[in-house]
């Protein structure tokens, strides 16, 4: 069963202005979720999860359990976010499911 | 240490190979995970170690694919007989034991099998 739907796969913005990348997940419990990104020639790394309610690199990402999505935000996207971005939800740590991704293009 | 490192980082092989890839994790992480990703996919999940007992294994782990963490330390991932189908990008990550703990990938092992 797929836990983690990323629909879009492509997303171009202009630099400056708003990104919102999407995810939904499946999973009944207590999810935990996460956002992953991948710079060109880069390994897969952390961007930020949801437990630490935290912006990274002026992202943000809100837990919705009634809609069960995790949307990834950005008010003003800069060229350096140009990226592949994998939403990803763990099961207590034993696994991580990830999303197909979003490769995210940032236009000057 | 600098992070989760993974040999070789590119492998040809003939169908009907055998290929063994090698896996280091962060030093002080039980947890060791390996993923495969195929082109225009997210890492799918193969099996994870907790230091070195197997604790889970996908069923897109055939019985070609055999992976050992010996001492809990590094992990290898064995394929037998290759086909053409396990050509992918093989993906290591480590971690630590906790809830919400963040995983640290390796830049992973291109397999092409011609």
């Known amino acids: 069963a797929q836990r983690v739907t990323q629909p879009e796969k492509l997303l171009s913005v202009f630099k400056g202005a708003p990104v919102e990348l999407k995810c939904n997940y499946s999973y009944s419990g207590s999810p935990e979720l996460f956002w992953y990104v991948q710079y060109s020639r880069q390994r897969l790394q952390l961007l930020l999860r949801?437990?630490s309610r935290e912006s990274i690199k002026g992202f943000t990402a809100d837990l919705n359990k009634g809609e069960t999505s995790f949307h990834l935000k950005k008010p003003f996207a800069q060229e350096e976010d140009s990226a592949m971005y994998y939403c990803?939800?763990?099961?207590?740590?034993?696994?991580?499911?990830f999303g197909t991704g979003t490769s995210l293009t940032v236009i000057p | 240490d600098t992070g989760v490192s993974q040999d070789p980082r590119h492998k040809i092989t003939k169908r009907g190979q055998n290929v063994t890839f090698r896996c280091d994790p962060i030093s002080e992480h039980n947890r060791l995970y390996w993923y495969r990703q195929t082109l225009g996919q997210g890492p799918e999940f193969l099996t994870y170690?907790?230091?070195?007992?197997?604790?889970?294994k996908s069923r897109l782990l055939s019985d070609r694919f055999s992976a050992e963490r010996p001492k809990g330390s590094f992990s290898t991932l064995e394929i037998q007989r290759t086909e053409q189908g396990d050509s992918a990008m093989y993906l290591c990550a480590s971690s630590l034991e906790t809830r919400n703990t963040e995983a640290f990938f390796g830049q992973g092992t291109r397999l092409t099998v011609v």
């Open positions: 990803a939800l763990s099961l207590f740590g034993n696994q991580f499911y």
């Open positions: 170690f907790q230091n070195e007992a197997q604790l889970e």
């Open positions: 949801h437990i």
